[in-house]
């Protein structure tokens, strides 16, 4: 069942990414043909746009983290047993098609982890797993703010992610879950090639990260 749903997710990101693809074409010939030259979004500018991040924890991180590190940390505690858990990070890889100057559709893959052992009263190593997720989710992103440099954007995410929980002891398990996030707000910096970013967001992203990217 779960591998099903990720196969459908899978093909429903691949037709996103055609249709994305399309539409921008459409708009192009649509944007080349109009006489009103009151926008500023130039059309000779590159479409395509790749960015990578790295951030903090995630809303949704934060809260499944916290309750997990409770209930463990009591557990542990009342066995005599210290719990050390690190946060891995969160990471981003985001793609995206310029449809005009204040719309870009695409697609957001983001990975968060966190490592914990478990000592003994001793201080000896009696056990450490990874607990992470995955999360694959189209996007639409809408800018309200278009300068040459400078762009403020928010966005809505949706899809599907997976958590994993690998146990050194033997035993791991995975599973999917609905995945959604939103960017209440986002700066771009740069020119027409390249740029930084800065974002908030409340969902399986990053809560404040910062990153960089390509158009092309």
Excluded: C
């Excluded at 055609?18 to 649509?30: C, H, V």
């Excluded at 809303?59 to 499944?64: D, N, V």
């Amino acid at each position: 069942m779960k591998t099903k749903a990720i196969i459908t997710a899978i093909a429903f990101l691949m037709l996103s990414a055609l249709s994305f693809n399309a539409l921008g074409q459409e708009t192009i010939y649509l944007e080349a043909d109009s006489s009103d030259n009151s926008s500023s979004f130039n059309i000779d500018a590159p479409r395509n746009e790749i960015s990578a991040s790295i951030g903090t924890v995630s809303a949704f991180g934060g809260l499944f983290d916290f309750f997990k590190l409770v209930i463990e940390g009591v557990g542990n505690g009342l066995a005599g047993n210290r719990t050390d858990t690190k946060f891995i990070g969160t990471y981003g890889l985001d793609y995206y098609y310029q449809v005009n100057k204040w719309f870009r559709p695409g697609i957001k893959v983001v990975y968060e982890g966190l490592t914990t052992s478990i000592y003994d009263s001793t201080d000896v190593l009696i056990n450490h797993y990874n607990t992470s997720t995955l999360s694959v989710m189209p996007s639409v992103q809408f800018s309200y703010l278009n300068k040459k440099y400078v762009k403020l954007y928010s966005g809505i995410d949706m899809g599907v992610g997976t958590i994993f929980d690998d146990n050194k002891k033997g035993s791991s398990s995975s599973s999917a879950f609905f995945a959604f996030n939103i960017t209440p707000i986002g700066i771009r910096v740069g020119n027409d090639n390249i740029f930084g970013l800065v974002e908030t967001n409340i969902g399986m992203d990053a809560t404040i990260k910062a990153g960089f990217g390509a158009r092309f």
